[in-house]
């Protein structure tokens, strides 16, 4: 029986009425335990969430019964041991049979791409995928999801890492056996790319998205013009330089907003943004809400639960 199963009935007295989801229209701010980024919440009672979207990555996998998503005009009838990944921002509507036994995993996908390869591979995180042949991929990933649920339930030390290494096999897996990472023949696409001086080029990022920073610059430290490294950087990393460094700067001004109290003028100076109201505009542009928003939603820290 599922550790989770049985401590039921301890969650069910502790949790709050709306289930810790929080909603905006249609866009759902997922509420995690602190220092974390990973939720998985078991359910065995029909539940039907209208349509709704979110940050995170979501993965429905079914031990009993049927969930039922709508995506895009789509029906997904999802049933036991059948696995559904649904990318993030993809407006999605779940309805759950009476006798349904499930787990549903979400996750902030934001730390696979400091990684170089999750980065080449970031298709794979944006793509519905619907795991539905028993094939051997499928069966593994469907391991390695469980064993996660069990990590998130047990709450060692360390465990958001850990249930990151799991996720981090899970779509080393997908990537192999679905990923398209280029149009054309990979070795011919990367063979005039030096890996050393492409490192490079990130950690001067990471070292400088708080200034000025330019693709210019970049270039320039790199040793390419900026016409050239800049159709390097989106071939070998799979995304341009521009979208790289703004998620760069959003991700940094989350973590402030988050852990910090500093004004939001100081975030977005912190954070490389040039004024206060093109960081508004932006970081409302890829959260769905304005900074104060999430800073009311994620840095006030629930207080520690053991609930679903």
Excluded at 68 to 85: G, K, M, N, P, S
Excluded at 126 to 153: G, M, N, P, T, W
């Amino acid at each position: 029986m599922p550790a989770w199963r049985e401590q039921e009935g301890e969650r069910k007295n502790q949790r709050f009425p709306d289930g810790f989801r929080v909603l905006q229209g249609r866009q759902e701010f997922i509420t995690y335990l602190e220092h974390s980024s990973v939720r998985v919440w078991p359910s065995d009672q029909a539940s039907h969430f209208e349509t709704h979207m979110h940050s995170a990555v979501e993965i429905i996998l079914p031990s009993h019964g049927t969930c039922t998503y709508r995506i895009a005009d789509q029906e997904y009838r999802v049933e036991a041991e059948e696995i559904l990944f649904i990318p993030s921002n993809q407006p999605h509507e779940l309805v759950e049979d009476d006798n349904v036994l499930r787990y549903l995993i979400l996750f902030e996908p934001t730390p696979f791409y400091s990684l170089l390869d999750m980065q080449q591979a970031s298709p794979i995180t944006q793509r519905l995928i619907y795991l539905q042949d028993r094939s051997e991929v499928h069966q593994q990933v469907s391991k390695l999801l469980h064993q996660l649920a069990d990590c998130y339930f047990q709450r060692r030390p360390m465990w958001n890492t850990m249930c990151y290494s799991y996720l981090l096999q899970v779509y080393a897996l997908l990537a192999g056996e679905y990923a398209e990472l280029s149009d054309g023949d990979p070795e011919e696409e990367h063979q005039s790319i030096d890996p050393e001086i492409m490192n490079m080029a990130i950690n001067y990022i990471g070292e400088h998205y708080m200034e000025n920073v330019s693709l210019e610059k970049v270039a320039d430290f790199a040793g390419y013009s900026k016409y050239y490294f800049s159709r390097t950087f989106k071939k070998y990393f799979g995304i341009s330089f521009s979208d790289y460094l703004l998620v760069k700067r959003i991700n940094e001004a989350t973590s402030l907003l988050i852990h910090t109290d500093k004004p939001i003028g100081n975030v977005a100076k912190d954070a490389g943004f040039g004024s206060v109201a093109t960081f508004n505009r932006l970081f409302r542009k890829h959260k769905n809400c304005t900074p104060t928003r999430y800073r009311a939603i994620y840095g006030e820290r629930l207080p520690r639960e053991e609930s679903w």
